[in-house]
């Protein structure tokens, strides 16, 4: 095999990366150049993280990391080695009931294709983690950084004004 042989650039290229997702340790091996959103659905199976716009104009893959909600694909894989990552298959387990947010937005009816869905519940997530008692205009605010094309965000707005009253912040919060 010569270095130009595509399978010898990426075992070269080849890095392991260590990371929390929704509370659980997780290693992969990726190439330095694998956005984390191509990562946490390719390497760890996590496709509530979706994929649209790639140039973190859409909102679709937001994810939390060390409690901030990113564009996962703006960032690297290997950027997130050692970080702390909320997925929106974090905020409930299966069997579980669901978080509050997601039960706002069921109620509600802010979703339809439910393409944009995950990457707002994850910043709705990250707004209400930080502040309770938000209001109508900063909630518009906070989710005019997502692209719904089905909803007109009404819903949205309701779901989250719904959320941030329904959701108990107690330490027990597993997603809080």
Known sequence: MSPEDPLVRRAADAITVALTVNDRPARMIVESRTSL???LRDELGLTGTH?????GICGACTVEVD?????ACLLLAVQADGAEVRTVEGLAAPGEPLH???????DQHALQCGFCTPGLLMTVHHLLTERHGVDEAEVRTVVSGHLCRCTGYQGIVDAVLQADRAWDRTPGDRAG
């Open 100 to 106: 509050p947010i997601q039960q706002a937005f069921t």
């Open 51 to 55: 994929v649209a716009c790639e140039q």
């Open 67 to 71: 409690g901030e909600a990113v564009r």
């Open 37 to 39: 959103a191509d990562a």
